[in-house]
């Protein structure tokens, strides 16, 4: 088992919409966690970082519930610039630094 | 910004051959990560470097070494190259600035073919 899981998708959205993204870890050592986007044969590019309290960053939210070690993505008014991968990313403190672990990424796909 | 440089950018290999790849961090950022994201899957941790040590290992073969530079800057070698090789090769870097050592902030990958 994977210790981040996300649903593979594709979500296909039309555009305007408001999409949500899950994912689940496993480790609960785990320490801080993000969002990344990546797009095809591109490198991975972080979105957010990931708070209990939540974070806005204008159409994009993230949650974290720690009790229950699931993360959020909430986007909204999608744009047809949004489709991508999204990686839910958790970092784990290693012995002397941090390495991250991904999960599969969840493929969204906007069209017109 | 700057960003991650990484070179070469592609690289074309056969069996049994060495490469090396390299990594600049982005300025004032001490730390590297290598990962590796085969066709089809997620980035997998290689290993990572702070201020010029090994700090962390992960799925790395003993087949790859790799080393950090006084200037930061950050070389994987491999050797005895495989099929199973072939993939995406990411650096990345974080430091001690907004955000701090938790966001790493990845190159443009080299994609490495093994013929």
């Known amino acids: 088992r994977k210790e981040v899981e996300q649903d593979p998708g594709p979500f296909n959205v039309p555009e305007g919409a408001t999409v949500a993204f899950n994912c689940t870890y496993s480790n609960s050592a785990s320490q801080s966690f993000f969002w990344y986007r990546q797009d095809c044969r591109k490198e991975p590019k972080l979105l957010m970082s990931v708070y209990s309290s939540g974070n806005e960053d204008g159409r994009f939210t993230a949650q974290l519930n720690r009790a229950s070690q699931y993360i959020s993505l909430l986007i909204r008014d999608s744009k047809l610039s949004d489709s991508a991968t999204y990686l839910c990313?958790?970092?784990?403190?290693?012995?002397?630094?941090?390495?991250?672990?991904f999960g599969g990424g969840t493929r969204l796909m906007v069209k017109p | 910004a700057a960003g991650v440089i990484q070179s070469p950018r592609h690289l074309i290999k056969e069996k049994r051959e060495t490469a090396t790849l390299k990594c600049y961090p982005i300025?004032?950022?001490?730390?590297v990560y290598w990962y590796q994201q085969g066709p089809g899957q997620d980035p997998q941790f290689l290993i990572s470097?702070?201020?010029?040590?090994?700090?962390d290992k992960g799925s790395i073969p003993d087949r790859f070494s790799a080393q950090q530079f006084s200037d930061y800057h950050s070389e994987l070698n491999m050797s005895s190259l495989e099929l199973g090789d072939s993939a995406l090769y990411f650096c990345?870097?974080?430091?001690?600035?907004?955000?701090?050592?938790?966001?790493?902030?990845f190159g443009p990958g080299t994609r490495l073919t093994v013929l």
């Open positions: 990313v958790a970092l784990k403190d290693g012995n002397a630094g941090n390495m991250l672990t």
């Open positions: 990345a870097s974080s430091g001690r600035l907004a955000g701090g050592y938790n966001e790493q902030f």
């Open positions: 470097f702070y201020e010029k040590m090994q700090s």
């Open positions: 300025p004032r950022h001490d730390t």
